[in-house]
């Protein structure tokens, strides 16, 4: 495992989906897991130790409301840690305030409200410093993407 997703509560699943299709298109092992910092700390920590000790090298945390997540996450290690703002009140502006705001020394970087795939994306970013299989789909990932986007617009925009 490479990557551990995070999130708090069941019902972010679904949004928490994006970061797992990402890291699933270059092939990258992940393990997820629903704990949350106010109401399983202990165990939240404990998860943190074994990613670890199992060789993770970056996670990426999903949170709502309070949105602590991410940051307390942060604090106990010193692997990447990405937030992904979950809308939930507020329009998700809260949650995307609270996690990017943290405090000097112990950062956290954020995607946008909602994006968790961009938030897997940036994972796969990371681990192409290190990984030159990885660092070559993404390359080619991008050269698709390009190409896809010019062929699409070479017919014209109807409106």
Known sequence: MKVAIIFGSKSDLEIMKG???ALKSFGIEYKAYI???H???EKLVETIKEIEAEGGECIIAGAGLS???PGVIAAHT???VIGVPVKAALGG???LLSIVQMPKAIPVATVGINNSFNAGMLAVEILSIKYSAIREKLIRYRIDMKEKF???NNEGVEL
């Open 93 to 95: 502006l809260d949650s």
């Open 78 to 80: 010193i692997l990447p």
């Open 150 to 152: 010019i062929n699409e």
């Open 67 to 69: 949105a602590h997540l």
């Open 39 to 41: 109401r399983v700390p």
């Open 19 to 21: 970061a797992a299709e």
């Open 35 to 37: 704990l949350s910092a």
